[in-house]
């Protein structure tokens, strides 16, 4: 899947935190700059880290 589908298809879902203390970052403008560079300007980009996305059943996704 490329970076443009799953955006096309991907939504924000807050709700299921009781509050927003639950979530571990507010939203940095700097930061969420700082990675978009890392991402656009580096050939070897990588993350380290596990992304987990959650597809809900209704949802029409091509696996090709």
Known sequence: ???KQLK???KED???YSSLEE?????DSKRL???RDYITKTS???FPNS??????????????
């Not at 979530?23 to 939203?27: A, C, F, G, P």
């Not at 992304?51 to 090709?64: E, L, P």
């Open 1 to 3: 899947m490329t970076p």
């Open 8 to 10: 096309e298809i991907v």
């Open 14 to 16: 807050l709700s299921r």
């Open 23 to 27: 979530i571990q970052r507010d939203r």
């Open 33 to 35: 700059s700082k990675i």
């Open 44 to 46: 070897y980009a990588t």
């Open 51 to 64: 992304f987990i996305i959650s597809v809900s059943n209704d949802s029409k996704i091509n696996s090709d």
